[in-house]
């Protein structure tokens, strides 16, 4: 029981950065049809930003204070983060739009090469690691020999991430933005017409992207410490993975299905095997889309001739 | 950001755009290229800086940009304005009529150009690197051409195939020591088996999720591979994998060795030459079999399959057997392609089953233009003969120091090549088609006419 709740806690932390991940899936597929395959690269690239502005904050400014620096290098994370994604729209996916299906799939995929590689000759191929940033943790219980304990990193993952979601679906709820967001999901055509930017609009939608995936990224830095080129790929399927379990589309559907699959993959490493804990998360996405494909939230998708 | 093509002779815009990008290209590269992480002696992660790069960079994106709007811009559009021809020339046409046996004969002979040229030493580089490497991307491209290509469904677990080929021929012929003959149509025998194992479960996905699961799949098959030591040997591959021999005559400096049977002074060159003449049969198989189905009427069916999936049903085709035959075919030439990859290096980890392969592969048939197969040929040959070429830039070190490694930068480039060339031709190299089936007469049909397939 203690295990449980331990995994529990875990599972939730490591699901809320899949589900700010999801969200970059699932709003960019919903308005374009794209599967963005270079997502999980930028949000790798998110990490190494907010590394070096760490680095930069505690190595030339010297800043001492842990909670100011943190807020600086998020800020800063995702400004540079959603600057990258805004030129990948604007250099890889805007030439493409209204070309065949395949074509911009294929260039999200060069660019997902280009990224991590571009990392690894920028900052080379050496796994990253920084000393923790965050110490301290609540000794929830304590029986002897097993304690359940929730470190500050965690509630800081928790609290971070339920403030962006409040503040991120009041802007797609709420705002004109998101109307006009919804509005080109639904039709582009008839958007354009009636006033919508559908341009700006993609764009915007990279851009809150980005800044999500980058607010991943932090939590990321801070919570494991180490970071190399090639963390992009796992973390973007698993990612996607939840945005197709939660329903491709759906926001709060992504954070639940980030949430779930991050409970499953602990789960499975805590009671199974954790050399499978991929095969697991990569199986719920074929079990998903092969028995469920709208999702847990998503609206069936009729076929129409 | 200030459109200047609808002010091309405008300075001031240019210039004023120019600026914009220098600014927005400063910050895109500030953090990556401003600052590098090393670790010092005490094994912390410091910064140092590279201000001079950062600002060569910038300059010449800004340069390019200004050079682009007010030089490259207005003579496009000056050439725009000219009439297009609409005859293709008469040369062009001859060329397109005799590039293809030109290409096969080519490809026979060009083992002996290169001894001829480069000798016996420089020649195994040559036949190697370049004739063998890209052959077994050729045959991989033409294989994920039936699936992709001609039955419109998108694979990106391909390598998957590829892997269960290769394991098989490494596993049975290490453990029974069966011939690489008998191997050879197991191998495909088991990885079409897969195909249509993994094919099953996905029949009713379409587009860009069958892509992902498939890419699922091919992922689980390699973390499989990786994780069941006693089987595969996990990440440390499977080594002195037996080489195939010219009928039954091994390669070998023995007395009974291909060399001295024949009379020659033994060198590895010989065994490399056979190998790039079976990969090069067995990738003309390939391509035999694919041209000759698409005249049958499975071949017929999975191009209507492409075109629409709901048609096809009313018609009464069905739709399952059909995606799976593709499936099927396309595996089985993946695991010949497989165990001829085992048979040549003598040694496969999981290493070489990535999803970059898979990713590689698909792009070659994208880029190649789906379903045509001399596309698929020369985008194999540009994609892996280009970043094979990219292996031994040395004069690049004399021009940048010694520290420069070209090597480094060969995925970088292919990766933001695959981008600029979708931007460029997103339907591909060859973007015609000769149908199948005419009425009266036979006319090209250009792919932007071509449906896309929904998987």
Redesign the interface.
């Known amino acids: 029981m203690d295990i449980f709740i331990q995994q529990l806690i875990n599972g939730i932390t490591l699901g809320s950065i899949y589900g700010l991940i999801a969200i970059g899936y699932t709003m960019v597929f919903g308005i374009i049809g794209?599967?963005n395959f270079a997502h999980g690269d930028v949000f790798m690239?998110s990490v190494?930003?907010a590394?070096?502005?760490l680095?930069?904050l505690t190595?030339?400014l010297g800043v001492s204070s842990i909670a100011l620096a943190l807020l600086i290098v998020l800020l800063v994370a995702m400004a540079?983060t959603s600057?990258?994604n805004w030129?990948i729209e604007r250099?890889?996916y805007r030439?493409?739009r209204g070309?065949?299906?395949?074509?911009?799939?294929?260039?999200a995929?060069?660019?997902?090469?280009?990224?991590s590689?571009?990392?690894?000759?920028?900052?080379?191929p050496?796994n990253?690691?920084?000393?923790p940033i965050v110490r301290g943790e609540y000794i929830l219980m304590d029986h002897g020999n097993y304690a359940v304990t929730l470190s500050l990193k965690q509630l800081i993952i928790w609290g971070v991430t339920a403030v962006l979601l409040a503040c991120f679906w009041y802007l797609v709820a709420k705002t004109s933005l998101g109307r006009a967001q919804r509005a080109c999901e639904q039709d582009q055509k008839m958007a354009a017409l009636v006033g919508v930017d559908v341009d700006r609009t993609i764009s915007t939608t990279f851009i809150i992207a980005a800044a999500l995936a980058a607010v991943a990224g932090t939590l990321y830095l801070m919570y494991y410490g180490v970071v190399s080129f090639a963390d992009g790929?796992i973390p973007g399927?698993k990612a996607?993975?939840a945005a197709?379990l939660g329903g491709i589309g759906s926001l709060p559907g992504a954070v639940i299905g980030g949430i779930l699959i991050g409970l499953i993959e602990t789960m499975w490493s805590a009671y199974f095997s954790i050399?499978?804990k991929?095969?697991a998360a990569?199986?719920v996405?074929?079990i998903t889309?092969?028995f469920l494909?709208q999702g847990l939230f998503g609206r069936p998708d009729v076929?129409k001739? | 950001m200030v459109d200047v093509r609808t002010t091309p002779n405008n300075v001031t815009a240019a210039l004023r755009d120019a600026g914009l990008t220098a600014l927005?290209s400063f910050?895109?590269f500030?953090?990556?290229?401003g600052?590098?992480?090393?670790?010092n002696i005490r094994n912390?992660?410091?910064?140092t800086t590279r201000w001079v790069l950062l600002f060569s960079l910038v300059a010449i994106i800004a340069g390019g940009r200004l050079s682009y709007a007010l030089v490259i811009d207005p003579w496009l559009k000056r050439r725009a304005m000219k009439p297009a021809k609409t005859e293709a020339s008469p040369a062009l046409a001859a060329i397109g009529k005799w590039f293809v046996p030109f290409a096969v004969g080519f490809t026979v002979v060009y083992p002996f150009i290169v001894l001829a040229t480069a000798g016996t030493g420089g020649a195994l580089k040559w036949v190697d690197n370049f004739g063998i490497q890209i052959l077994i991307y050729v045959m991989l491209g033409w294989g994920l051409n039936i699936v992709v290509g001609l039955a419109g469904l998108?694979d990106l677990g391909y390598v998957a195939f590829y892997a269960v080929g290769a394991y098989s021929y490494a596993l049975l012929a290490k453990e029974f020591g069966f011939s690489f003959w008998i191997l050879l149509p197991l191998a495909g025998c088991l990885a079409s088996f897969w195909g249509v194992l993994l094919g099953f479960?996905?029949l009713?996905?379409r587009?860009?999720?069958l892509?992902?699961?498939t890419?699922?799949?091919g992922?689980?098959i390699r973390?499989?591979i990786?994780?069941f030591v006693a089987l595969t040997n996990g990440y440390a591959g499977i080594g002195t994998i037996p080489r195939p021999s010219f009928f039954g005559i091994p390669f070998n400096a023995d007395d009974n060795g291909f060399a001295a049977v024949f009379g020659l002074p033994f060198t590895p060159i010989y065994r490399t030459i056979f190998l790039y003449y079976l990969i090069l049969a067995l990738a003309m198989l390939t391509c035999y079999v694919t041209v000759r189905l698409r005249r049958l009427p499975v071949g017929r069916a999975w191009e209507a399959l492409r075109e629409d999936e709901?048609a096809c049903r009313s018609l009464g085709i069905n739709t399952t057997n059909t995606k799976l035959t593709a499936f099927a075919m396309g595996a089985m030439f993946a695991g010949f392609a497989g165990s001829f990859f085992a048979a040549r290096q003598g040694f496969i980890s999981p290493e070489s089953f990535t999803?970059?392969e898979s990713?590689t592969i698909?792009?070659i048939v994208?880029?190649g233009g789906?379903g045509s197969q001399i596309g698929v040929a020369i985008a194999a040959v540009a994609m892996i003969g280009g970043t094979e070429i990219m292996r031994d830039l040395d004069f690049l070190k004399q021009v940048f120091g010694s520290g420069f490694d070209p090597t480094?930068?060969r995925?970088?480039i292919?990766?933001?090549?695959?981008?600029l060339i979708?931007?460029w031709r997103?339907?591909g190299l060859i973007s015609t088609r000769a149908p199948s089936v005419f009425l009266k007469e036979r006319k090209t049909i250009s792919a932007d006419l071509v449906g896309?397939g929904h998987g």
């Open positions: 794209m599967v690239v190494f930003i590394l070096i502005a680095l930069i190595s030339f540079f600057l990258v030129v250099v890889a030439p493409l070309s065949f299906r395949l074509a911009p799939l294929i260039s995929i060069g660019m997902s090469i280009f990224l590689n571009f990392v690894q000759v920028t900052q080379g050496r990253k690691s920084i000393p790929f399927v996607f993975t197709v050399d499978y991929d095969v990569f199986s996405l074929a889309l092969i494909p076929e001739v | 927005i910050a895109l500030l953090p990556l290229i600052f590098e992480t090393v670790s912390e992660l410091v910064l998108l479960p996905v009713r996905l587009g860009d999720y892509a992902i699961v890419l699922a799949f992922e689980i973390i499989v990786v994780n709901i999803f970059l990713a698909l792009s994208v880029l789906m480094q930068y995925m970088l292919f990766g933001f090549g695959m981008v979708m931007i997103p339907r896309e």
